[in-house]
């Protein structure tokens, strides 16, 4: 039988808010424990949530770009549950009256562009971080995360395959990132997901039992746990057994998902209206002012660098995936570099060489501008391609301009036809063999006398001269 | 009169002409703490260390005559409001040795006036009760009669104001906290509008219940008071972005033509006869004084209790959820964490914290939240919706505060819903969020102070003060003093 798997994805956005949701408390990564806490965030008796109004606007931002409905009304609500990270023994989140509603992303599969619905956003707090002590006696608590604002996005189960989920969780990235309101960093934990997974036999209509999977802390562990789930879940049913309803754990070492609780076992939360928090009413000014202020989206930027440079789509998807790759590219291009070498020279060596040291593009030791000033020496004819890429790195590596570099190590090209061609009478002279050969019609054999040529001329000569001189010599 | 039986206005005023200083009222205050405490057993903590300093600090700060309404005042605090580096215990063994490392909006705005505080007083286990026999240290007895309970949750500053342990008190009132207390006690007691006055620091019971407000030995002291511990805060957004008036000014204002509201819902069978004759002949006198008395209904009154405690107590089980064991107070070492939970928990709380805990839980519980917590929240919808159609046809509503006078003790402890219904007449005010105030009308024949209740619109405590300070300086009822 074949099977259709049903996904929908859970994620957990950190913002990227100077301070806490709910205090004046700073966000931080990586400071010593429990440095940024106060009476509110450590809830202590009869402190009042206050909220962030950036919070409330970075949600907003998130949902006017995923084409959400703003709710007219919005409140937070208690969950309520014990755990020593959670100081006040619930957390406030939004459960009845979400802050965003009934949007959408678009996610390219295969050539396919495809719709996913995004069911809701809300606003929460996130809660603090316990550390067990190696011998096992003692944990401890460091509650300088509890309280840092969150935004869960839900998607509906429109996704069908591990491929689909990651392309969405690549796509909701993109957005987050462009606009500003979360890093995005998986491995840091600044951005979690969760995936609700069943399976159903191929054109059956409704809906099979679902298993919510926990812990997808890497991007790459996407598609790899939602992999494995669907999986595990076709073996049950072709065992004969039942898909049941419980939470599982991904474990990356094992590459397994494991059973963590069951449904009987799940949580009562008893949510109910936080009545510390009045109902949020978002003025509709404020809000279409925060839709006005939108920058340009990844899908917008991907079908205008397509239509205004020429770009093939890939290429263009590539680079409008981030919006520091975007803008160095359309800053290459307008200090003169012609678009698609910019993009070859990015996608290829640009991204190889950061790459190699785990560098962003905000990183990137050279500028768009010399990038489009190397590209303009190629095009002058002084330097030749191969050795841009030679120049290219050391641009890289020393932040120097291509001409500086150039100079200095005398790597213009020769394109005086008159130098070029003593090198050629040169060599010609010394190999009278191979030139019959040649002349007998081992026609390969150019290659030997262009490269002894470089050789001769340490790689300056610019190889259409030499090309064209060589043949006419050899013919004669 | 002793300095400690006098009220804050007529400390100020004295004060203010340099006739005594803030060191003469507060010694005062605690020669009178040092004769009648052990019977009172008012406070939680007292605090004599920090009130000599502070009264020698606002005695340093009134040389000029620009001196705050409560500079110099000895003001007693109920146990349920952070005071920074003063234990505040809620009178609860969890909270036992609490010491708070910040200070509530009120106490803030009170120590900016340099006023003085005598301690910290007692009140039922987290504010839940109306006896103060749910107190974890201690039951506090009423000056008029020590066999008796001073009402609660906030009896201690009830007892302490009445005693003359302290020139005034705040209290916090989610179900009528101040307003039973204060009747019982025969001192005024004001619970404002929800919102007035900013939550921050107090230590939350019901948080859409809860309001902080005064307890004095006048009118003119609740209004005083007010003054200062009213506005918006930013710390709370609960707290209302609506002007704070000088609600002293509307004192001594005539109340010819006002309209008293009397709703028929509230005149019980089962209430004391003594209770009933007082209220009848305050409203009497209110209309010698100009006022119309109207009878109005407020149809929902009957489902005000059972409302009550399912909102009170599903907050309150969230709201106690923080007291774990984990970051301060009160712990029990488990053998695992679980079991330290609950052995922390089961030693730390007393009996009806535990039962509210238990209710509240079961009425947020999946597949009960509709009847019960949800409906209780239409519930409340309606019993504002009567006040709010009562106030298109009167000004105010008068009422009894309780319906029996101080009781004794133990009398009600093992039956909490004899208990619950000592607040019948006070619980829709907190429902409807509406100011209210208690104020002494009479005397049962065992010398035993009754409350008058009278009702306001919301943010109108102004039309409340009015009155009641039209009543009172028309009758002699807020000059007696128990005989300790």
Known sequence: ?476 | MELFNLGIHEIRAMLDRKEITSKDVTDSVFGRIDAVEERIRAYVTVTKDEAVRMAAAADGATGSDTAAPLSGIPVAIKDNMCTKGILTTCSSRILGNFVPPYESTVTSKLTDQHYVLTGKTNLDEFAMGSSTENSAFQTTRNPWDTERIPGGSSGGSAAAVAAGECIAALGSDTGGSIRQPAALCGVVGLKPTYGRVSRYGLVAFASSLDQIGPITKNVRDAAMLLNVISGNDPKDSTSAPVAVPDFTAVLGQDIRGMKIGIPKEYFIEGMDAEVDASVREAIRKLESLGATAHEVSLPHSGYAVATYYVLATSEASSNLARYDGVKYGFRVEGKDLLDMYMQTRSQGFGPEVKRRIMLGTYALSSGYYDAYYKKAQQVRTLIKNDFEAAFKEVDLIVTPTTPTPAFKMGEKTDDPLQMYLADIFTISVNLAGVPGISIPCGFTSQNLPVGLQIIGRHFDEETVLKASYAYEQSTEWHMRRPAL
């Not at chain 1, 259709?4 to 205090?23: D, N, S």
């Open chain 1, 1 to 476: 039988m074949r099977y259709e798997a049903v996904i929908g994805l859970e994620v957990h956005a950190q913002m990227l808010t100077e301070t806490k949701i709910f205090c004046g408390c700073a966000t931080k990564f990586g400071a010593g424990p429990n440095t940024q806490t106060c009476p509110v965030c450590i809830g202590m008796p009869g402190v009042l949530p206050v909220l962030n109004r950036r919070a409330l606007e970075f949600a907003i931002r998130t949902g006017l770009a995923t084409s959400c409905t703003i709710a007219q009304y919005s409140r937070f609500a208690r969950k309520n549950y014990f755990y020593p990270d959670l100081p006040k023994g619930y957390q406030t989140s939004q459960f009845e009256h979400p802050i965003c509603e009934h949007g959408f992303l678009e996610i390219d599969v295969d050539g396919e562009t495809k719709k996913i619905g995004i069911t809701r956003i809300h606003m929460e707090e996130d809660a603090g971080k316990n550390i067990h002590e190696d011998s096992g006696s003692y944990s401890y608590v460091d509650l300088n995360r509890a309280g840092v604002p969150l935004m869960e996005i839900v998607s509906e189960p429109d996704l069908r395959t591990p491929k689909e989920a990651a392309a969405y969780m690549r796509k909701l990235r993109a957005i987050l990132r462009y606009l500003g309101v979360c890093d995005g960093n998986m491995d840091q934990g600044s951005l979690r997901c969760d995936a609700n997974v069943s399976v159903r036999p191929a054109g059956q209509k409704e809906l099979a039992t679902r298993a919510e999977i926990k812990n997808i802390n890497s991007f790459r562990f996407v598609e790899k746990a939602i992999e494995y789930e669907i999986r595990r879940q076709i073996k049950v049913v072709e065992d004969g057994g039942k898909v049941v309803q419980e939470t599982r754990l991904w474990d990356s070492a094992k590459g397994i998902t494991e059973s963590m609780r069951s449904k009987e076992e799940a949580h009562d939360y008893r949510y109910f209206p936080e009545p510390d928090l009045v109902p949020i009413v978002p003025d509709r000014n404020w809000v279409e002012g925060i839709r006005a202020s939108l920058p340009e989206l990844p899908d917008a930027k991907k079908k205008r660098f397509v239509a205004e440079y020429g770009l093939p789509e890939q290429d263009a998807s590539l680079l409008t995936e981030e919006q520091a790759v975007a803008d160095w590219f359309e800053k290459a291009v307008s200090s003169g570099g012609q678009a698609k070498a910019v993009a070859n020279w990015m996608m290829g060596d640009l991204t190889r060489l950061l790459n190699d040291e785990g560098r962003s593009i905000g990183e990137c030791p050279l500028s768009p501008k010399q990038m489009a000033g190397m590209l303009s020496l190629i095009d002058q004819g002084t330097i030749s391609g191969k050795i841009a890429k030679t120049v290219f790195e050391d641009m890289y590596r020393t932040g120097k301009d291509a001409a500086v570099i150039v100079k200095e190590k005398g790597l213009v090209q020769i394109s005086d036809v008159s130098e070029i061609e003593k090198a050629v009478d040169e060599l010609l002279a010394r190999s009278q063999k191979e030139i019959e050969r040649y002349r007998a019609g081992d026609e390969k054999l150019l290659g030997f006398f262009v490269g002894q040529v470089m050789k001769a001329t340490r790689g300056k000569a610019n190889p259409q001269t030499l090309n064209e001189l060589l043949k006419k010599k050899l013919s004669s």
